[in-house]
């Protein structure tokens, strides 16, 4: 399968001034190229500075660029971040370049191969140009689809959100996600049974923080991990998103699911270490290639 990312790229922009390019599909798509997997990333920058560094980024990078939209329109999008405890709180500047993607400048479907692993995150969705060029990428003959449930207020209703759930194969969501998605339902395996009962999903991780995280399947089967070790946390920017990308490397790779688990925990300790969500450092990259043998 070819991995195909969906959603917003932008800067995270930090109280003390610095600034680390981010937006969570756009961490996984960063992550998986630097991993050997060649994504192809779909999003729209402005015409502006920003749009052109990001660019500069991804050509540096070696990144596809073809699905990388550029619009007059909208300002390359960006993000407030501050740390309280090293956990972040956000504020998305609107309007923003990556609410425009537009459907009819999607690489052609007959340049893609015939299976595809799409995945997207719920903030990606806010627009409904978006949503527009979302669904006709799902239209693609042969799609297994990864949804990574974001709630950032106001940019979320609950009804659309579990709407959007119905398709995915795999759903990715933290515990105070679960909760805030369904207040009526008490209790954690209350909950992923119902996501399992109105969605065609297999498979779902939930992301725990420092207790690690559990992945559910729809027969029954679970499995549960904890960090072996502690970590120095400089901020959890791009941790979930970490995460994220190593499931998509293991569904790619087909790794055992214990052992996905695992590799997808260890990847996010060593991202929570960084200043930010990605790092342009090959050598953070090249130990986990040699060790995974990607």
């Given at each position: 399968m070819k991995p195909v990312i969906f959603g917003e790229v932008l800067f995270d922009c930090f109280d003390d001034g610095s600034r680390v390019l981010g937006g969570a599909p756009f961490n996984v798509a960063w992550h998986l190229n630097a991993?050997?997997?060649?994504?192809?990333?779909?999003?729209?920058?402005?015409?502006?500075?920003?749009?052109?560094?990001?660019l500069q980024r991804m050509h540096a990078w070696n990144m596809d660029k073809c699905g990388l939209q550029v619009t007059p329109r909208f300002p390359t999008g960006s993000?407030?971040?501050?740390?309280?405890?090293?956990?972040?709180?956000?504020?998305?500047?609107?309007?923003?370049?990556?609410?425009?993607?537009?459907?009819?400048l999607l690489p052609h479907m007959l340049h893609m191969p015939?299976?595809?692993?799409?995945?997207?995150?719920?903030?990606?969705?806010?627009?409904?140009?978006?949503?527009?060029?979302?669904?006709?990428?799902?239209?693609?003959?042969?799609?297994?689809?990864?949804?990574?449930?974001?709630?950032?207020?106001?940019?979320?209703?609950?009804?659309?959100?579990?709407?959007?759930?119905?398709?995915?194969?795999?759903?990715?969501?933290?515990?105070h996600e679960?909760?805030?998605?369904?207040?009526?339902?008490?209790?954690?395996?209350?909950?992923?049974?119902?996501?399992?009962?109105?969605?065609?999903a297999h498979s779902i991780v939930l992301t725990c923080g420092k207790d690690g995280a559990k992945l559910f399947q729809r027969d029954g089967k679970h499995w549960q991990i904890r960090p072996e070790q502690a970590v120095v946390e400089q901020d959890a920017v791009g941790a979930g998103d970490a995460f994220a990308s190593i499931c998509l490397l293991g569904i790619l790779q087909r790794w055992p699911t214990q052992l996905m688990l695992h590799r997808a925990q260890d990847f996010a300790m060593a991202v929570i270490g960084l200043r930010g969500a990605t790092t342009d450092d090959p050598s953070f990259y090249r130990n986990f290639r040699q060790k995974w043998e990607v």
């Open positions: 991993l050997s997997q060649k994504p192809l990333m779909i999003s729209s920058v402005g015409k502006d500075q920003a749009g052109d560094e990001i993000v407030e971040v501050e740390l309280q405890h090293g956990e972040p709180n956000y504020t998305i500047i609107e309007p923003a370049a990556w609410d425009d993607i537009q459907a009819d015939a299976a595809i692993l799409l995945y997207h995150g719920t903030l990606a969705l806010r627009s409904n140009t978006n949503r527009c060029a979302l669904q006709q990428l799902k239209q693609h003959s042969r799609v297994q689809l990864f949804i990574d449930v974001n709630l950032r207020a106001p940019w979320w209703d609950r009804q659309d959100v579990l709407c959007w759930l119905t398709d995915a194969d795999w759903i990715k969501l933290n515990q679960l909760q805030d998605l369904l207040p009526a339902i008490s209790g954690e395996a209350a909950g992923i049974r119902h996501l399992f009962h109105q969605t065609r």
